[in-house]
């Protein structure tokens, strides 16, 4: 999967957050955007993905060089962000299980594996309600890491983790290969391997 951008602008109200993105960003590579608070990482995330709208420009996604409908563009995508919420009701394992419903897991994972691979076995049968923040930050990341996407997108990655969270985060964020990855980060630990900066402010 493909992401091309031209011309891509955005604002809220008066202030212009960026302006005349042109962007090509391929599958099997990563890109991260840097920048200082309030720059503008998040929203330019959230434009890419469909959730916040274009004021100008245009986005493509496409696929073996086909174009991608935007109302199928969720399909192809896995993020993981602070201000993206779980459903806390539900016990981990039935989270997963919800989840795997509608995007399968890579290599044909379990719910329980995957609990494994989060290094939250001991909590399979909580209340997601019942998680420390830094917890619901490996669930996040977990389902990032393990769904099957053809992009995905992570958005200050390490946040709430305590530093065998951040390790864990560092080794496993490499294992990403053939798919399209997007950070939006502060912290060079969070995309030190990533070849890819991009300073937002450029677009200013
Ligand atoms: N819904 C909104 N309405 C108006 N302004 C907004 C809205 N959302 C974000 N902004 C503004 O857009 C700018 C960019 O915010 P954004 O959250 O994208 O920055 P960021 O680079 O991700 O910041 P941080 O590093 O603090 O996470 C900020 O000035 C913010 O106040």
Redo the contacts with the bound molecule.
Sequence with gaps: MNITTERLSKR??R?W?FRNVDLTMQAGNSYTFV??????????LQTLIGVLPASEGTIRYSLEEKPVEVDDWYRYLVMAAPYLELIEELTLLELLTFHQAFKPFKNQLTPDQLCELMLLSHARHKEIKAFSSGMKQRVKLGLAFYSEAAIVILD?PTSNLDKQGVAWYRERVRLLSDQLLLI?S?QPEEYDFCPNVID?SRWK
């Design positions: 809220f109200r202030e957050i920048g200082p608070n309030g720059s503008g990482k998040s929203t330019l200050e939006g502060n937002i």
